[in-house]
C-alpha cells in the first residue's frame, strides 16, 4: 500500500498509527515533495492527505474512510460489539471536529508567526477550549484503559492530537490524571515511536 502523507498533519498521524496497529506495512510518501505533488492530488478531489492507496488499486482519501477499511480488512480497530463501535466512532469524530479545531489555534498560531508575533489572546482561546475537551474526554474514559473497551479509532485519533498539543507547548494538564496515564501508556506503544513527526517545525 502506498500512503500519501504529511507527518505533521493529526489525520494522517492517526492513519499511520492505525496501519501500524493494523500490522500494516505501507510506503509513505511525503506529500509535500513537489515530484509527488501533482500526482496525489489527481487522486483526490479534496485535495487533502491522506490518501492511501491499497494493494488492489483502490484509493481512498478521507482519512475516516481509511481507518474504516483498514477495520474491515484487518483484526484490529474497532471493539466487538456495537455499543462499544458507537463510541469508538463518535470519540473519533469528537476528536476531529472539536479538539482538532481547539487545537488548530495554538499549533497554527506558533507554528506560523514568530514567538514575538503570537496572538495571545488566540492560543489562549484554543487552550480553554482544549480543556473543555478534555473534561469531556476525562469523563468518558473514566478509570478504562480505553476509550471503547479496547484500543481503536479514539486511540489512533487522540493519541495523534496529544502529540501534537505536547509538541506545541500544551501538554495535558495535571488535573486529568487519567487522561495523562491513557497517553503515557499510547507512548509506550512501538506505533508511536514508528509513527511520531520528527517536529522540523517546532
Ligand atoms: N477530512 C480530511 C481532512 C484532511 C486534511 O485537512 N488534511 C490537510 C493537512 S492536515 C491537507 O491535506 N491540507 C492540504 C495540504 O497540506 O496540501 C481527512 O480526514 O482526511
Redesign the pocket.
Known amino acids: 500500500m502506498i500512503l500519501y502523507d ?1 507527518p505533521e ?4 498521524w492517526k492513519v499511520r498509527l492505525a496501519l501500524h496497529e493494523s500490522g500494516y506495512a505501507a510506503e509513505l510518501i511525503d ?1 509535500q515533495d513537489l515530484e509527488h505533488r501533482s500526482h496525489w492530488q489527481a487522486l483526490t478531489p ?5 490518501v492511501l492507496v491499497t494493494d488492489g488499486g483502490d484509493v481512498i ?4 474512510v481509511i481507518l474504516e477499511y483498514l477495520a474491515e480488512t484487518g483484526n484490529a480497530l474497532l471493539p466487538a460489539t456495537p455499543g462499544a463501535r458507537i463510541q469508538a466512532r463518535l470519540l473519533n469524530s469528537y476528536s ?1 471536529t472539536v479538539v482538532g479545531p481547539a487545537l488548530r489555534e495554538i499549533i497554527f498560531e506558533k507554528r506560523d508567526r514568530p514567538r514575538d508575533a503570537w496572538d495571545m489572546d488566540r492560543i489562549k482561546a484554543g487552550e480553554l477550549a482544549f480543556e473543555e475537551a478534555l473534561d469531556y474526554l476525562a469523563a468518558q474514559l473514566g478509570q478504562s484503559d480505553y476509550f471503547a473497551t479496547e484500543y481503536s479509532f479514539p486511540e489512533c485519533a487522540l493519541t495523534a492530537r496529544f502529540g501534537l498539543a505536547e509538541a506545541y507547548g500544551a501538554p495535558i494538564p495535571d488535573r486529568y490524571g487519567n487522561l495523562q496515564r491513557w497517553f503515557k501508556r499510547m507512548k509506550q506503544r512501538p506505533s508511536y515511536r514508528a509513527t511520531e513527526p520528527s517536529w522540523k517545525a517546532t
Open positions: 504529511k498533519c493529526p489525520f494522517c506529500s479534496k485535495k487533502t492527505v491522506p482519501y478521507e482519512s475516516n476531529d
